[in-house]
């Protein structure tokens, strides 16, 4: 059974940072590729970043510069580093994978930026 769970959300100030981090089970770490995607109030999912499984990245412009994800092979877990945060980062962060030709989800995790 494929699992993802996110940790690591919370309140922090402007300029601030946070890790978020995706455990996984049921996937083969090594070989898949995980995506950050974000949903802020009444606004659609969107695609934050992207950890390959050749250890490569892609980002969306309005976080180049201040994201970075990495992985954690022996853990199975991708993360997520976010500096210099925003109010504008302010949404749930989800994890996800394409699996076997299915899409998995994890929870989510707010992040919540704000003095």
């Known amino acids: 059974q494929v699992r993802l769970v996110e940790s690591g959300g919370g309140l922090v100030q402007p300029g601030g940072s946070l890790r978020l981090a995706c455990v996984t089970s049921?996937?083969?770490?090594?070989?898949?590729?995980i995506n950050w995607y974000r949903q802020a109030p009444g606004k659609q999912r969107d695609l934050v970043a992207s950890?390959?499984?050749?250890?490569?990245?892609d980002y969306a412009d309005s976080v180049k510069g201040r994201f970075t994800v990495s992985g954690n092979w022996a853990r199975a877990t991708a993360y997520l580093q976010m500096n210099n945060l925003q109010p504008e980062d302010t949404a749930v962060y989800f994890c996800?994978?394409?699996?076997?030709?299915?899409?998995?989800w994890g929870q989510g995790t707010q992040v919540t930026v704000s003095s």
């Open positions: 996800n994978t394409r699996w076997r030709e299915r899409d998995y």
């Open positions: 049921g996937i083969n770490f090594k070989i898949a590729s």
């Open positions: 950890f390959r499984s050749g250890g490569s990245a």
